[in-house]
């Protein structure tokens, strides 16, 4: 990354972390979760533990920055969940640190007021919502990726912990017969587990987004 550039940062915390009896070991599950994600999705800045239940990353845009935050939270155990904050902005390394650069900039205050907004919502009559973006200056696009993230977040936050690891599957690209496989049932019964769960309609909205460059710039 250039020493100051335009970006998406992204910061995650674990939504009602209290209620993990086990942190050491709920620490040690996400961070297994978001590795095999920093595998998957190209990162300016790979998704890594900082202070206490909170992660970080950086991506060069806000397409890539959407992917990495459904995958990363499809990956999470069944039973944990996490808030995610994206902030489209600046991004200033400002010098090196223990676990390398350290950066400042709007693009890192935008994605705060992102996953406070979320965690507001959480505990409103959204209760579904986990993911929030915001730019550092003002544009339309706040409104139209907030609102797909409302459908996105309400889908799968209905769905059973094995509608996301099929939902997770097909966003790897891996066949209805291997996920067949895997799961132990039909290749019948993962099609309408796809259909019945939302997970195509996850998968259609990604792809349509993506390919909708002016929002995107």
């Known amino acids: ?11 995650v915390d674990v939504s009602k972390s209290r209620s993990h ?27 890594q533990p900082t202070v206490g239940d909170e992660f970080q990353a950086a991506y ?13 939270r499809l990956a999470l155990p069944e039973g944990v969940d996490c808030r995610f904050g994206l902030g489209l902005g600046e ?7 223990v676990a390398g650069v350290l950066q400042d900039g709007s693009a890192w205050w ?12 959480e505990y409103s009559k959204l209760g579904f919502v986990r993911t ?5 200056e003002p544009t339309p696009t706040e409104a139209l990726v907030n609102a797909y993230l409302l459908g996105r977040d309400q889908i799968v936050s209905a769905m059973n912990a094995r509608a ?18 895997k799961e132990g049932i039909t290749q019948s019964a ?11 309609a996850v998968i259609a909205g990604e792809a349509l987004l993506l390919e909708t460059t002016g929002v995107f710039g």
Not at 33 to 40: H, I, Q, S, T
């Open 164 to 181: 996301r690891r099929l939902l997770l599957g097909q966003l790897l690209g891996e066949t209805q017969g291997v996920l067949a496989q």
């Open 132 to 136: 929030w973006f915001r730019a550092a």
């Open 60 to 72: 060069a845009d806000l397409g890539t920055a959407l992917s990495a935050s459904l995958r990363a």
């Open 91 to 97: 991004l200033a390394a400002i010098g090196t640190g």
């Open 1 to 11: 990354m250039d020493a100051s550039a335009n970006a998406v940062a992204v910061i």
């Open 110 to 121: 935008a994605a705060r007021r992102a996953i406070d907004e979320a965690r507001k919502h």
């Open 21 to 47: 009896s086990d942190r050491r070991e709920l620490q040690r599950q996400i961070e297994q979760a978001f590795g095999r994600v920093n595998d998957l999705v190209a990162a300016d800045q790979p998704l």
């Open 190 to 200: 993962v099609s309408q587990n796809l259909a019945r769960s939302g997970a195509n």
